[in-house]
């Protein structure tokens, strides 16, 4: 039975903006329309009065959540990342392992704590538009 365990997490990269430029038989000068990119999935443990202990989520590298996607053409927004959950029990105490502070407890049943926030997607070319240029 595990009591205290070490992990390591990587929060999901937000998805680039994207330059692209609108392209139509008779605008020779179409205006931009890159669209954004989606965000970042974040790392979330949750309570579980289910969950014995720690076994479930030791030595077994980095969490990663998922990465949002590049935004496409036409305005078109990027998929955002898939957020990770990691079941731990109830009573669960987080401490950041460089600082040593306490980021949280986990005390009931269905308790969530965010200890990896993903990453804001970037903007497309079209919010940077103006009526002159």
């Known amino acids: 039975m595990r009591d205290k365990v070490r992990i390591r997490i990587q929060a999901g990269r937000g998805g680039d903006g994207l330059v692209s430029f609108r392209r139509e038989k008779y605008v020779p ?5 890159g669209g954004d990119g989606g965000r970042g999935g974040n790392v979330i443990l949750v309570a579980n009065d289910k969950t014995p202990s720690l ?3 030791r030595n077994n590298g980095t969490y990663k959540a998922g990465s ?3 935004g496409g053409k036409a ?3 990027g998929r955002h990342g898939g957020d990770l959950l990691l079941q731990v029990p109830a009573g669960t ?3 950041d392992s460089d ?3 306490l980021l949280g407890e986990l005390i009931e049943h269905g308790d969530k704590l965010i200890v990896g926030n993903g990453g804001q997607g970037g903007r497309g070319n079209c919010h940077f538009a ?4």
């Open 130 to 133: 103006t009526p002159q240029n």
């Open 29 to 33: 000068r179409g205006g931009p329309d």
């Open 55 to 57: 076994e479930s989520i």
């Open 99 to 101: 600082s040593g502070e």
């Open 75 to 77: 305005r078109r927004s």
């Open 93 to 95: 105490s987080v401490i």
């Open 68 to 70: 949002g996607q590049a």
